[in-house]
């Protein structure tokens, strides 16, 4: 599934079940929601991939103006759902300019690959993730 992000990316963060050893957070970037259920794997993988990523942004301009092929930049219901059970392999990549895509940087979790075209998406997606992580501490310890 591919998310693309463009712009100011409407960002949410939620906590379900918590105080409970099956907390999760809810991680919604755009229109998109991922649900972590193991917050002391994933959550952690999340966050690394997107930190590495930053290494990357210098590339990416301020804001993109062009779009990329269906996405649906600054539509923020929620459109897919994706559940996260354990680690998953994660990974991130500058892509250049094609006849068809701007140039952007590629952050793929398990089944979800971000598409960010410029530095203030990549801004707020990274931001999002870095306080989820922060917000799940304490319910590590549960």
């Known amino acids: 599934m591919t ?3 463009t712009g100011d990316v409407k960002c949410r963060i939620g906590v379900l079940d918590a105080g409970t050893p099956e907390a999760t957070i809810a991680l919604k ?6 649900h972590l259920r193991d917050i002391n794997g994933a ?19 301020w804001r993109d103006t ?5 996405g649906a930049p600054g539509l923020y219901r929620v459109a897919s759902l ?6 998953t392999a994660a990974m ?3 892509l250049p300019a094609t006849r068809r895509t701007p140039k952007h940087i590629r952050v793929q979790f398990g089944p979800v690959v971000w598409r960010v075209t ?3 998406a990549m801004r707020a997606i990274s931001t999002a993730v870095e306080r989820a992580h922060q917000i799940a501490r304490p319910l590590r310890e549960i």
């Open 82 to 87: 994706v559940v996260i059970q354990g680690r």
């Open 118 to 120: 410029d530095l203030l």
């Open 3 to 5: 998310v693309n992000a």
């Open 29 to 34: 970037t755009g229109d998109t929601v991922i």
């Open 66 to 70: 062009s779009r990329l092929p269906g």
């Open 92 to 94: 991130h990549t500058f």
């Open 43 to 61: 959550l952690d993988t999340l966050e690394l991939v997107w930190r590495a990523a930053h290494g990357l942004e210098h590339r990416l301009p």
